[in-house]
């Protein structure tokens, strides 16, 4: 029988009556301008985001995959490895070959699902170009400062997927600003959003040269058809960047909302009831982009998923990630063999609901549904 209870939704993304109304009116001065693209609302959004980040440069693009293949691209990796977590999205690696790289998985640390700096010294070689850290559901790791040392006493660099952190710092320091790049995603699950958009930040003037042309098809200038690089469409549309902007604008209160739940759930999820939380390291602060939990030693993850939407009406959201990239049939031939601890962390996690709209009494009936699910041995 289908619960009766208030449903929680895994996640939602809100604009209010104020933001669709200002949304509307800046897209028919879009409309009316009659410049669609690379126009103000794009240059104004880049500004503001940079602002955010503290980076010297912001340029928008129309996906955080983009992002991610405009600056490798820029580094010029055909033809070399990059060190990649093998806990990730399809993009991360797809991007390194999409750039004509070669991706080097890197095992995960299950106590925080990110990369040690022990596992990037133990993966590089003579051939790495580069290190590609991914901040996990918003949180930053606590070796990130060490990891950029160690990039710089090798003479590699360091680039970030902060797909999922927007916002989220380490000591005050922003997510995508510790090494030569950062990319960010504003897909609609994001904490903030454009519909559909990325972005890039960097001190590096080059960088920002390049990434200038490689997203609008490879041009010497976006008035020239005199093509240098091998680009692609990349560019993000002004509506798209009205929206972005809309939703930057009011990124304080989306981080509180979502900070207001996670503090429920971190008092009660203490693992009495069997649950582990990813513990926040000193200093970071997170965007709690997802709230994961490490599940118990033979927990079905499916059951207990399916046993709370039918008792308690709680939706929970898909994994970060479900299974590792060497899982996915396109990417097996990337498997070195020992990745036990990426196994592990896409196999016993669990993402609890959590948006920035959520009230606490959801949070809370959230908590009494997993207690229950332990009273009930479902978990």
């Known amino acids: ?29 879009v409309l009316a301008s009659g410049r669609l693209t690379l ?13 955010l980040t503290g980076a010297k440069h912001a340029i928008a693009v129309n996906s955080g995959t983009a992002s991610l293949e405009i600056m490798l691209r820029a580094m010029d990796v055909a033809g070399k490895d990059v060190l990649v977590p093998a806990n990730t999205f399809f993009a991360t690696a797809s991007a390194v070959i999409g750039a004509g790289g070669r991706p080097v998985l890197m095992d995960t640390d299950v106590a925080t699902l990110s990369t040690s700096l022990a596992e990037i010294e133990r993966r590089i070689t003579p051939a790495t170009a ?27 660099w360091l680039m970030e997927d902060a797909a999922h952190a927007q916002g989220a ?47 609008d098809q490879g041009k010497a200038s976006f008035l020239q058809n005199t093509h240098i690089r091998m680009g692609y469409n990349w560019r993000m549309s002004e509506p798209h960047a009205v929206i972005g902007l809309r939703h930057l ?25 069997g649950l582990r939380p990813i513990a926040t390291p000193k200093g970071c602060a997170p965007n709690y982009y997802k709230y994961v939990v490490m599940l118990p030693d033979g927990c079905d993850r499916a059951r207990l998923k399916g046993w709370l939407k039918e008792h308690h009406n709680v939706h929970c959201s898909g994994e970060v990630y479900e299974v590792p990239l060497h899982r996915n049939e396109v990417l097996k031939h990337l498997d070195p063999g020992d990745l036990t ?5 896409c196999g016993r996690q669990l993402c ?19 207690t229950d699910a332990k009273t009930k041995g479902v978990l």
């Open 249 to 273: 604008q009011g990124f304080a209160g989306l981080l509180a909302g979502r900070r207001k739940i996670a503090r429920i759930y971190d008092a009660a999820l203490t693992g009495e009831n």
């Open 341 to 345: 601890g990426a196994e592990t962390a």
């Open 39 to 51: 126009g103000a609302f794009g240059e104004q959004f880049e500004r503001e985001f940079a602002a």
């Open 130 to 156: 580069g290190i590609m850290i991914v901040h996990i559901a918003g949180i930053i790791t606590a070796e990130m400062p060490a990891i950029a040392a160690y990039a710089k006493s090798k003479g590699i």
């Open 1 to 29: 029988m289908a619960s009766s209870r208030p449903l929680v939704p895994p996640t939602r993304i809100d604009f209010t009556p104020e933001d669709q109304e200002w949304i509307a009116q800046r897209i028919k001065e």
């Open 352 to 370: 609890l609901p959590i948006f920035a709209s959520m009230t606490e009494a959801q949070g809370h009936q959230v908590v009494e549904a997993l």
């Open 169 to 215: 710092t380490l000591d005050g320091k922003h997510a995508g600003t510790f090494g030569l790049a950062g990319s960010f995603s504003f897909y609609p699950t994001k904490v903030m959003t454009s519909a559909e958009g990325g972005m890039i930040v960097t001190d590096d003037d080059r960088m920002l040269e390049e990434a200038h042309i490689y997203r």
